[in-house]
């Protein structure tokens, strides 16, 4: 599982069964905290299944989901690069399952070995992609082109349409994630069912063509639908 | 002054040298385009003077500003480590004067060198930070608070109060960098001009106080005033 990283991509093997030897898989239930904002980060994080919040939080108190990371995702490694220190805290939000590696491993892989250095530029010249494209669609997606987006990312290409499944975790979360209030999130979403011809009941969504979808969310972006090279 | 940058932190002489003597100045006139979106990538850029504009394009056509770069910072770096294609595209919105350097080279110094490699890395990783406070802000602060942390970031530290500048390019190009139309820009101003004691006539900025303008921009953020080490 950890060869088949991205952030492993290229290293040797036996560098890999060292992290492997090191790593612990955790049961994480719903709503607890893995680590919080500006604590020395001894471990990062593979997610295996689940969902797991991203979010820095406010003076006032206030959180800003800055992730969702899920399966197959890793998060935490970039406080090896940051005085060790995480930058954001993480929280379960579904009962999940991660695999976490010794951050002081990965230090001393990046400066030992090239190519360990090489492919963890690669990982975060892909997370910094995906990064500008938030702040792209925060500024050009309006509150309903947002959640469109949304939508298509959980829908699985070639799929026979319509397409149903149940959202991933809490409107309210999918709010957060989205960068609106839930009052916000809930007239946008009635907007989105109008314009377009999906439906969402409870948790389930429909959507009858995924092309018309497209059509109606990614005309305010840069990347034609679909983008799956997001991660 | 290429020794100076971050990127090349800890790499020795002789690649310094290398990359200078690749390295060549260029002058631009205010509206000039340095590269388009999709384009392959031949060199990087440091602003030596001046302010370009990082941008992309929606399929629509509308724009959105990703990134205002101005003297000492890097950019089109990343094409390397991305198929060498620029993820965004450039173009000087005042009289600017940049010193490009050839793409090729960085690459086989980040292959070749693993002190370059992870110069890039922490080079990356900061840009990744500063992206996340910006995905933050664009989450959880309102339209005057963003204008707020705006002008707080054009300020000297430590400078006699009331302090006063003039802002550093067109206000329409600040809505755009800040994710907002011109309507909701001239509003949020003018509000925050009632909620706080700054003026602003034309392009001329006075702050009485930055404590108190950093009182109603900074309480939105997890970062308290001064955050200069966004850079």
């Not at 590696?101 to 492919?119: F, G, Q, R």
């Not at 026979?160 to 149940?166: G, S, Y």
């Amino acid at each position: 599982m950890i060869k088949a990283l991205s952030l492993f991509q290229g290293v040797d093997d036996a560098t890999v069964s060292d992290f492997a030897h090191h790593s612990q898989v955790m049961d994480l239930p719903k709503g607890s905290t893995l680590f919080l904002q500006d604590e020395p980060a001894e471990w990062f994080y593979v997610v295996i299944s689940g969902w797991i919040k991203l979010f820095r939080e406010s003076l006032e108190g206030n959180e800003a989901v800055i992730d969702m990371a899920t399966t197959g995702h890793l998060f935490g490694e970039t406080a090896v690069l940051e005085d060790d220190t995480h930058s954001f805290g993480a929280a379960a939000v579904e009962q999940s399952r991660v695999l976490r590696l010794p951050s002081a491993l990965l230090k001393k892989a990046i400066k030992d070995d090239n190519k360990m250095a090489l492919a963890m530029l690669t990982s975060l010249s892909r997370h910094r992609k995906r990064q500008t494209r938030e702040i792209e669609s925060l500024t050009l997606q309006n509150a309903s082109q947002r959640i469109g987006c949304f939508l298509l990312r959980l829908c699985t290409l070639n799929s026979a349409e319509p397409i149903e499944f149940k959202l991933p975790y809490d409107k309210s979360l999918i709010a957060a994630r989205l960068g609106m209030k839930s009052e916000t999130f809930s007239r946008a979403l009635n907007k989105l069912r109008l314009e377009t011809d999906i439906t969402v009941k409870g948790s389930t969504v429909k959507i009858p063509c995924m092309e018309s979808l497209s059509h109606y969310a990614c005309s305010a972006c840069s990347n034609e639908f679909p983008c799956s090279d997001l991660y």
